[in-house]
């Protein structure tokens, strides 16, 4: 192999590889631009015509309501579901990692055990749970539980943060007279935020693509997030409804994308550390 | 995975005054209360959403209940059903393992491959590696799902793409020996997740390894083998338990490609697909409770003995010596 080549390959090889990963995605974008009759029948990538009313249509919503009160009720629920993992997946975290208490062994060993616990072994008990509180039907079984720290995965990011953290400025908070919710406060959490950012795109773009919760817990077409309503727009339109259906998922996709351009830093690096030792 | 270390209470120095051990005590508590307040949202969390319900699915997996009426205890029938006279359990059980068999190893076979093309790549590294990221967030919605399977519908792309070749499959979602691979695809689409771990984990490598390698006259191969494998193997086992308890868990894309019902033929009725067509469409919920205890022991079963040979394999650097 010549130098040439040797340097040209990779480039080649992750440019090749690139382009076969991102075709789903044009796919995606195309089919929703294009006329009915050319979605099954034609292979081409590109429309004839733009068909813009696939837009016009999907905005139509499902059942009469509107895709700007599902994206509004999927906002609604994502950013409740952000303020409960980053608060109380925090404050759990600065427990473990800089306070003492009996047991502490126990409980870290606990939280890091269920990462691996499927969620279906708790999920009928839940539902059981929410259903006797009336709260079926209402977003209160997908928000509640982030304020309860239930998603492990968020604590142990945070601790594996807060361990890399010098101890001296918290030390020294403490010496000038801070209690322990100041120090959290004030000098711990400041110094905690790339984890917490991590941590609130994550449960912002999983809460968002969140299917199976939703499905269990929502039943009223009012209450219903995008993905919900994208199913039932399968669920009632035929193929000759591809157009919109694929518009309806691109508008469905498209905060993620958003979210992912601006930061993809956060999020690349998150999982990165997520698997080495903290 | 780190391991766990939290800082045992150091020692006080003894103390010959008579009040000291009350003293003491008194103090620990004083000292220990912020943690239970910093605590306490998890800890609700742990009793009310984890620990109890654990409980209440153990007992209802030994019940008959509907979520109307009180349960029924039936002790373990639901389990020998499922064993014995409910091949459909079966079915979902081959087909889950199936796709994790298939998928995990090509899936993390790929990650690696990529992130070490990526680790040589001189001009836009980040740029790559962030593309190559973007399918692990986008591939659990719906949408990408749907894209699937229209994708691989008859007459779709891949289809119509095999046909010119000459090779006349049609559609894989409508056929039941392909359909599963359809998901299989889905989720290899998404090995972004994991390339960007092992990427991580090639650039702690200290270059001097490969140097005196080959200076000794490694190849390229012998590099791999004899190095970046064992430097790297607690990040493969890191990868490898996460994605095969995730990959037992893949609902989403199994729903949407199925249309909801495992068709065709329940060749993509996934584990989790079952379950929920038992607990919540068919209203069998001890049922349900009781597949959910079995997949709870199938992936404990399986992250143990993953654990127990990973110590035949994987190589901390840091106990070196020890």
Redesign the interface.
């Known amino acids: 192999m010549n130098i040439a080549m040797k340097r040209w390959l990779p480039q080649a090889a992750a440019a090749v590889c690139l382009l076969v990963l991102l075709y789903p995605l044009a796919w995606l974008l195309a089919t929703s631009l294009k006329p009915a009759d050319e979605v099954v029948t034609s292979l081409d990538l590109w429309p004839s015509h733009f068909e813009w009313s696939n837009y016009t249509t999907a905005l139509d919503g499902v059942s009469g309501i509107t895709v700007t009160q599902l994206l509004g009720n999927t906002l609604l629920i994502a950013v409740g579901a952000v303020v409960g993992n980053v608060l109380s997946c925090s404050l759990a975290a600065y427990a473990f990692a800089r306070l003492r208490f009996r047991m502490s062994k126990v409980m870290f060993a606990f939280m890091v055990a269920t990462l691996m616990l499927p969620h279906h072994v708790v999920l009928i008990p839940q539902y059981i749970i929410f259903n006797r509180l009336g709260m079926v039907d209402t977003y209160w079984p997908l928000i509640l539980p982030k304020f309860l720290a239930t998603e492990a995965f968020f604590v142990f990011l945070i601790v594996q943060f807060m361990r890399g953290l010098p101890r001296e400025l918290e030390e020294s908070a403490r010496i000038d007279g801070c209690g322990a919710f100041r120090t959290y406060w004030s000098i711990t959490l400041p110094l905690t935020r790339p984890a917490l950012i991590t941590t609130a795109i994550f449960t912002f773009i999983w809460t968002w693509n969140d299917f199976f919760t939703q499905m269990i817990y929502l039943f009223a077409p009012e209450k219903f997030t995008i993905t919900l309503a994208l199913r039932s727009f399968v669920d009632q339109s035929s193929t000759s409804a591809y157009g919109p259906m694929f518009a309806m998922s691109v508008i469905s996709v498209l905060p993620i994308v958003l979210f992912f351009f601006v930061f993809q830093r956060y999020l690349v690096q998150g999982m990165a550390t997520s698997g080495l030792k903290g | 995975?780190?391991t766990?270390s939290?800082?045992a209470?150091s020692r006080p120095a003894p103390d010959t005054d008579r009040q000291a051990p009350k003293r003491r005590r008194r103090q620990v508590r004083e000292?220990?209360w912020?943690?239970?307040?910093?605590?306490s949202?998890?800890?609700?969390?742990?009793l009310?959403?984890?620990l109890?319900?654990?409980a209440?699915?153990l007992y209802?997996s030994f019940t008959d209940y509907n979520?109307f009426d009180p349960p029924h205890w039936v002790g373990l029938r639901n389990y020998t059903e499922m064993l014995t006279e409910d091949p459909r359990y079966w079915r979902s059980v081959g087909t889950t393992m199936l796709y994790v068999v298939v998928a995990v190893p090509l899936k993390l076979g790929l990650a690696l491959g990529?992130a070490m093309?990526?680790k040589?790549?001189?001009?836009?590294r980040a740029f790559?590696?962030?593309?190559?990221?973007?399918?692990?967030?986008?591939g659990?919605?719906?949408?990408?799902a749907?894209?699937?399977k229209?994708?691989f519908n008859d007459?779709g792309?891949v289809s119509?793409?095999l046909d010119s070749v000459g090779i006349d499959v049609g559609g894989w979602v409508g056929n039941p020996h392909l359909a599963v691979y359809v998901v299989v695809l889905l989720t290899v689409?998404q090995f972004g997740?994991?390339m960007?771990?092992f990427?991580?984990?090639l650039q702690?490598i200290s270059p001097d390894l490969y140097e005196a390698a080959s200076l000794d006259g490694a190849g390229r191969r012998r590099q791999f083998v004899s190095i970046t494998v064992p430097m790297l193997s607690?990040?493969i086992f890191?990868?490898l338990?996460l994605e095969i308890?995730n990959s037992?868990?893949v609902?989403?894309p199994a729903?949407v490609i199925s249309g909801g019902k495992g068709a065709p033929a329940d060749s993509t009725m996934f584990y989790?697909l079952y379950?929920?067509e038992r607990?919540?469409t068919a209203s069998h919920?001890g049922y349900?409770?009781a597949?959910?205890?079995m997949?709870?022991i199938a992936?404990?079963a399986i992250?143990l003995i993953l654990f127990r040979t990973s110590r035949s394999w994987v190589f901390y650097a840091d106990e070196e010596g020890r």
């Not at chain 2, 912020?34 to 605590?39: E, K, S």
Request: aromatic content about 16%; proline content about 7%; charged content about 5%.
């Open positions: 995975m780190s766990v939290t800082r209470p000292r220990q912020p943690a239970y307040v910093f605590l949202p998890w800890m609700l969390g742990a009310v959403l984890t109890v319900p654990m209440v699915s209802l979520l990529v093309l990526l040589n790549l001189n001009r836009g790559y590696r962030s593309a190559f990221y973007a399918p692990s967030l986008l659990a919605s719906m949408s990408i749907l894209v699937w229209a994708l007459g792309t119509g793409l689409w997740a994991p960007v771990i990427l991580a984990g702690q607690p990040v890191f990868n338990v308890i037992f868990q609902f989403t729903f989790t379950l929920y607990g919540f919920m349900a409770a597949m959910a205890w997949l709870l992936i404990a992250t």
